[in-house]
């Protein structure tokens, strides 16, 4: 049994940045695949970023994202520059077992075992 645990949510300005951190516990997590997801009001829940054997983005947070980890600390990261205001939503991170050797396997929320309560991303323009 994995747990996890987000930090690192808040409210920005528009071309701000925040980093978020997961870390887990229960287990070891340096051989699992770490997602971010996200959902605002109204929306479906959104794949963001993975770690696993590759790195993964959506092409909404490509080139202003980053994802990494720290496995000794049982922690993944996701970097977030340039905010925008579409960017407003409760963040969530997530684990499963497998390495996601593809996008599709990397972004589907249902392929996730593990799930943090998330935390709240705010970007006022």
């Known amino acids: 049994q994995v747990q996890l645990v987000e930090s690192g949510g808040g409210l920005v300005q528009a071309g701000g940045s925040l980093r978020l951190s997961c870390a887990a516990s229960g287990r070891t997590f340096s051989r699992y695949t770490m997602g971010w997801f996200r959902q605002a009001p109204g929306k479906e829940r959104e794949f963001v970023a993975a770690?696993?054997?590759?790195?993964y983005y959506a092409d909404s947070v490509k080139g202003r994202f980053t994802i990494s980890r720290d496995s000794a600390k049982n922690t993944v990261y996701l970097q977030m520059n340039s905010l925008k205001p579409e960017d407003t939503a409760v963040y969530r991170c997530a684990a499963k077992t497998d390495q996601s050797p593809t996008y599709a396997g990397a972004s589907r929320h249902y392929k996730y075992e593990y799930w943090g309560q998330g935390t709240q991303v705010t970007v006022s323009s």
């Open positions: 770690s696993g054997s590759s790195i």
